[in-house]
Structure formats: C-alpha cells, structure tokens
C-alpha cells in the first residue's frame, strides 16, 4: 500500500506539474513573439524616418556653392576627386581645409597647378574673386574649416609696432626680415610678401601651405594677425630701401656677403694700384 501511495502521489505530482511547465514555455514564446515584434516596429520606424535625418545631416548647397561646385567639377575634380575627397598621387582630400585655404591657393594662381612639382608657384588667377569666393563656399559647406573674416582690409587701426615684433619672432625667419622670402629644404622656398594681399596673408596664416606651419587662433589672435598683416602692408611694402639696393630683401647675410666681396675686390684693386705706384 505505500509503495502504490508513493506512486500516485508522484503522478499527482507530475500532473500537477505538466501546467506550470507549459505556462513557462507559454510566457517564453509570448516573450520572443513581443521582442520580435518591437524589432520590427523600430526597424519600421527607421525605415520611415531615416530619409529625413539624412537630410538633416547633408542639408543641400546654397546658390553660391553650387556655382563653386560646378566650376569644381571642371577644373579641380581631377586631381581633388568627386567630393573633394583626394586623389592619390595627384591631390589631397579637401575635406575640413575650409574655404581660407581655397582662397590663398586659387586667388594667387597657385591652383590650379600646371604641373607636379616641389611647390606650387604663384601665377596669375585664372579665376574672378567672386568665382573665388564660389569655390570657397562650395568647400566650406561640404567639410567646414577656416575662413577669412569679411572685407579686403583686414588691418584698418591695427599695432605695426606689435605687428613687426610678431613678424620677426613668427615669420622672418623663412620670409626674412624685408619680407623678400628665402630658400627652405627640397626645392621649396618662403615666398616674398610684397604682392600677397590682407586676405591671402590672412588665408596663409590660417591654413599654412606648403612648409608654412598654420598659426590658428589659438597660437596668433585675430587682433595680432591684423598687427601683423598692418606691418607687412605698411612698413615692409612701403620701404624706400635708403641703402640704394634692396638686393632682394633677403636679410643680412645677403647683404654682408655682396659688401665682403666688393670689399674684396676692391681692395685688390686698390693694393694693385698702389704697388703699381710705388
């Protein structure tokens, strides 16, 4: 009599148990069957919005960068590629460069380049300033970056006197102290500054092309770049060269070697004549 009373209380049991395991599974599936279906919502919802946060994140051109596109897709797309993003071998990606970068390389001939070489030369533009301005545009709205302030006179009650102090601790060092420029490593060389405008001065210092190292606001205020610029314009371009020779403003060394040697030869002359005398 136990043993049967074990054992139909262990199928009791059992019986009992069958309901509370089948509800388990019950929830699990009703739990997978929800999951599933908030995936499919969110999937959904995505779907349905997604177009509009693209939008959001790529918002279309203004007017003046879509003629600055256009003229892109002419004359730069070769070596920039479509979207600015670099050709290897050729140029650079464009993206974050901003539109002060645009404007010294275009509006001083130096872009577009005739040829491959060390550095690219200053040239006449081939572009209007307001194709200039265009192509500038067109980069600063598809990666952002730099940009020159408003006007053409950037240096209207500035510090010469601060602005000289500046040049020759931050720049005379590859522009020499007349701004004449110099010679740097690997073909490349310090323009001079006498026919570089406020904006292009501007431009250089923001974007440090070529070997130029780029002095953002964080190195040189704005306030110290019009100083600057007040000096190269109105001390540097206006000196009447009291020595007779500028000798291209290529700083002391220059100088000292061209006096050595006329000193040279003219005191050879000089000792030739007297011993021809005595």
Known sequence: MTSDNDRRRGLLARLRGRPVARSRGRRRLGAAVRLAAALMLAGGAYTVFAPGVQAQDNPPLTAAANEGKALFDVSCVTCHGRNAQGV?????????????????????????????????????????????????QYIQELGGGPQVPQGNNLHENADMAAGGELFRINCSQCHAFGGGGGALSSGKYAPSLRPASDRQIYAAMLSGPQNMPVFGDNQITPEQK????????????????QGGFNLGRYGPSTEGLAIFLVGIVALVFASLWIAGKS
């Not at 974050?96 to 533009?125: D, N």
């Not at 019009?226 to 060269?241: C, F, G, M, S, V």
């Open 226 to 241: 019009a100083d600057i610029i007040a000096y190269i314009q109105e001390t540097l371009k206006h000196d009447q060269d």
């Open 88 to 136: 290897e071998g050729r140029g650079p990606s464009l993206i974050g460069v901003g539109s002060a970068s645009v404007e010294f390389q275009v509006s001083s001939g130096r872009m577009p380049m005739a040829r491959q070489e060390a550095q690219a030369l200053r040239k006449p533009p081939q572009f209007t300033d307001e194709q200039v301005r265009q192509l500038g």
